[in-house]
């Protein structure tokens, strides 16, 4: 015989299969197997239609497409006998799914099958339509599955309600039509036929309202009563796992109680006595066990409030921490995590236990366990919590420093009770683990120090010591080297020792060779050689002594490869030869940094990113945060082939940018004192960074168009409010300078160039609404200013509300920064803000926005995004 007809048993097809050495060989193994059948389904063969579909099961298994033989099922499932109906159901179930168009056929089939005088085919039936069944199937069979709930067979009566689950999913409308027949099932002896009773009654509670009023009412004396029945049962050999009776009805009759206990005080008092007595009778030994100890402590955990039953189920949870089971630690660590905010004192008994999980070999318990001290720690804890986690960070794996730093810092600089105790601990993570240490954590640490002008010596002496020890932890040496250079001379001469500390013998010069050290280390980044050279030319003025010393080591850099430094070197090195007298004014120490405008900005902005190809069109003003990378790439999504690529000029590039015709730019040579004002704006537009307090380039030279007299005459235009908005002769010119410099736009009335836009509901969501109002700049079609105006109707305050927004490239846009950060609740107030769009594409592409809104409710990061595309035509 061919070993490929259709005649071939299924044995023989699985041993020719696995005798393949290379996957070629498999598919075409598989391929003469599956022409075989198909010629077999072509000439209709009878005899061997069953072994076809159990081969192409098989195959269908293997991963090969099979959909050549899904009539062969329906043909099978409409056989008369028992065999080839198994066959076939078996192929429905796995052949096919809920949405293949195929499987509406298969109805009527369906229907007589539940309707057959053969138990076992009435039981096929069922068992398929559990598994596949759709919505308008549910729908057409429903009355016979109700029917079937009250069959004389238990093995029937537990599928109907199986497959009445999956009805009752798809379409929920159908719920109360089950509701007698499930209340029914409940008083079922047969355990399998009364676990499955549960479950449909579980799930009829959470689709339908009605019916768990319904079941609360009539069932949850009985569902107490029956698992009181299940606790105290006697050995039953039929139902027992580990000694206990039937675990899985307990944890299917805890979670139903769990269903009408919650948000109901009445039922949840009838419950307390029986879930008290689970939990303490059973036993904790085995798994099984266990299973019913988690479910009755979700169970105590949902229903209405029991201060003693909660204090119980968390003493649970305190018992699982110390299981050798990882599983079982790590349910009981998510299970505190919800109980902390229920009963946080009760959890708080269990610190040292969770401390230890902390410290577990598991990742995964370490990861929890972490999260849960953090949301564990308040202001009478914060120290011994701390302490312990700092002597863990000493010893803890590499890979899990990064989070665990990343916490302490969170937790030591929110529950700080002392500005001395806010350092000294950073001090010991940085010493610790500084190269975990995230930029901006340091970055606070400075503020910090900054701002207590009584523990500058004490600091700088701290640092001096754990520079020592810790030289290889770079965000460490930044900050010392920062210290020493801005409080050197304390150092130095010990001023304002504290009790607490020992004397330090420190020389002018000890203090140069650890800027000296830290400069020359092999490792140290950009960041750190630039900090140093800065606070080298700070000491060279503190200490005369060492002057030729530090000027020595700053002009080795002057042939360094890096240009920041290389240009540093040069101009310190001149400063220190020929600007004495300007020298004590530059080094002068560090004004106090605002420690209240540095926590918003940091509460209030995102990671910075580095410049990207779209920068043109997404620079954002100062105090307006930037997007990271990627969230920008997922933001725009809107991309445009049609604009030419900028050139690489300079001049092209800021011609581009500003908008501005700069082609006689590069003739002017005179120079004059730029507006501080277009200093700034500048420098945000170029996204440089904060714009020092004069600048030696003109700003009005570079752009102004004519020779001498015309830059005076566009000087004045600048200045003057009044005279600008006279200039009707020249808007051309006026308006590029007022982008540049920002100068008068939200206080001068725009003319408008005849039109008239209407107001736009920008976005819309349950509670808060933006409308945008347009207007146009006087002879210029391309430019529209947008006024946008965000609302809140919430009962809830937004704070550090943060509005982004992304265009085309064929679109440039400028956001103004906002009127303020805290939007007021239930509309009675509003944030405003001002949007400045160019449209390259005028007159052939409409205007269109992905926005993106950030802020906090309750302390709760909220991130709305959308689409506007419904601007008005023209714009």
């Excluded at 096919?96 to 007589?112: A, C, F, P």
């Excluded at 988690?294 to 169970?299: A, L, P, W």
């Excluded at 969230?631 to 011609?655: E, K, M, N, T, Y």
Aim: hydrophobic fraction near 40%.
């Amino acid at each position: 015989m061919n070993p490929f007809s259709s005649g071939t048993r299924l044995r023989d097809m699985i041993r020719a299969v696995r005798a393949c050495k290379t996957a070629a060989e498999e598919r075409a193994v598989i391929r003469k197997e599956c022409a075989a059948i198909r010629a077999a389904i072509s000439e209709n063969d009878q005899d061997y239609r069953h072994r076809n579909l159990a081969k192409l099961m098989f195959i269908h298994m293997l991963g090969y497409p099979t959909h050549f033989g899904q009539m062969e099922c329906l043909k099978l499932i409409a056989a008369a006998g028992f065999p080839e109906k198994r066959i076939g159901y078996l192929g429905l179930m796995l052949l096919l799914d809920e949405r293949q168009e195929v499987l509406m056929l298969v109805t009527n089939s369906l229907k007589q099958d539940l309707n057959h005088s053969n138990q076992y085919i009435v039981g096929l039936a069922l068992c398929a339509l559990g598994n596949i069944c759709s919505a308008e199937m549910a729908r057409d069979l429903a009355p016979e599955v109700e029917r079937l709930l009250q069959f004389r067979d238990p093995n029937i009566r537990k599928k109907a309600a199986l497959c009445s689950i999956r009805i009752i999913k798809k379409v929920p409308d159908l719920a109360e039509n089950f509701l007698n027949a499930a209340a029914s099932l409940l008083k079922e002896k047969h355990h399998g036929v009364l676990i499955t009773g549960v479950q449909l009654c579980t799930d009829l509670c959470r689709v339908s309202e009605e019916a768990l009023e319904y079941f609360r009412k009539k069932c949850t004396e009985s569902m107490v009563k029956l698992l009181k029945e299940v606790v105290n049962s006697p050995y039953m050999p039929e139902y027992d796992i580990a000694g206990i009776a039937d675990p899985f009805l307990h944890i299917r009759l805890l979670r139903f109680l769990r269903v009408l206990g919650q948000g109901d005080a009445d039922a949840s008092d009838l419950m307390n006595d029986i879930l008290a007595q689970v939990a303490t009778k059973t036993e904790s030994n085995k798994n099984a066990g266990n299973a019913i100890l988690y479910e009755c402590v979700e169970t105590i955990m949902s229903i209405e409030d029991n201060s003693g039953l909660r204090v119980l189920a968390i003493n649970i949870l305190g018992r699982f921490l110390s299981n050798r089971d990882n599983n079982i630690r790590y349910v009981a660590l998510n299970m505190l995590m919800k109980a902390i905010t229920v009963d946080g004192q009760a959890v708080q008994r269990h610190r040292v236990t969770i401390l230890e999980c902390v410290k577990d070999n598991d990742a995964s318990i370490r990861k929890r366990a972490l999260e849960l001290v953090y949301l564990l720690v308040n202001d009478t804890n914060v120290m011994p919590l701390v302490k312990e986690l700092i002597e863990y960070l000493e010893v803890s794996d590499q890979d899990f420093k990064g989070e665990l730093t990343a916490k302490i810092c969170s937790i030591v600089e929110k529950f700080s009770p002392e500005k001395i105790w806010y350092i000294d601990q950073m001090l010991k993570v940085l010493s610790e683990a500084g190269n975990f240490v995230k930029a901006e954590v340091w970055h606070a640490l400075i503020v910090v120090i900054s701002n207590a002008s009584d523990l500058h010596g004490y600091t700088v002496r701290s640092l001096y010591r754990a520079f020592q020890t810790s030289s290889e932890q770079e965000s460490l040496v930044q900050v010392a080297v920062w210290c020493i250079g801005e409080y050197g001379e304390m150092l130095v001469n010990n001023v304002g020792m504290l009790n607490i500390e020992d004397p330090i013998t420190v020389t002018e010069s000890d203090a140069v060779d650890i800027i000296e050290i830290a400069i020359k280390r092999h490792s140290s980044d950009l960041t750190t050689q630039a900090m140093c050279l800065i606070a080298l030319l700070k000491l060279s003025c503190r200490f005369p002594s060492c002057s030729q010393r530090i000027q020595e080591i700053i002009v080795q850099l002057k042939g360094s490869l890096l240009l920041e430094l290389q240009q540093r070197s040069i101009e310190f090195s001149s400063i220190i030869e020929k600007h004495q007298n300007i020298r004590s004014t530059l080094v002068e120490r560090m004004p106090v940094l605002d420690e209240a405008t540095y926590s918003g900005k940091r509460a209030g902005s995102l990671p910075a990113t580095g410049p990207t190809s779209n920068a043109a069109s997404l620079n954002l003003p100062n105090g307006v945060a930037k997007p990271s990378a990627a969230p920008l790439i997922d933001l725009l999504d809107l991309s445009s082939d049609d604009v030419p690529a900028p050139s690489s000029s300079g001049g092209d590039f800021l011609q581009d940018l500003l908008g501005v015709d700069l082609s006689q730019a590069a003739s002017l040579s005179g120079t004059s004192q730029a507006p501080k004002s277009g200093t700034d704006v500048l420098l945000d537009l170029l996204s440089i960074g904060s714009p020092p307090a004069q600048s030696s380039t003109s700003t009005a030279d570079i752009l102004s168009p004519g020779q001498d007299n015309t830059s005076v005459s566009t000087l004045q235009r600048i200045s003057s409010p009044s005279s600008l908005s006279a200039q009707g002769s020249s808007p051309a010119q006026a308006a590029p300078m007022m982008d540049l410099l920002d100068g008068f736009s939200s206080s001068l009335p725009v003319a408008g160039n005849g039109l008239t836009y209407p107001s736009i509901v920008a976005f819309e969501s349950n509670s808060l609404r933006i409308n945008f109002d347009f207007s146009k700049t006087p002879g210029n079609p391309q430019a529209t200013l947008i006024q946008a105006k965000f609302s809140n109707s919430s009962p809830n305050v937004y704070t550090d509300f943060i509005f982004q927004a992304a265009v085309p490239k064929f679109l440039q846009l400028h956001l103004d920064p906002a009127s303020g950060n805290t939007l007021p609740a239930s509309g009675n107030g509003s944030i405003t803000q001002s949007l400045r769009v160019t449209n390259n594409q005028h007159g052939k592409k409409p205007l269109v926005m992905r926005i993106r809104i950030a802020y906090k409710v309750n302390g709760k990061d909220t991130l709305e995004e959308g689409q506007i595309n419904n601007f008005p035509r023209d714009l």
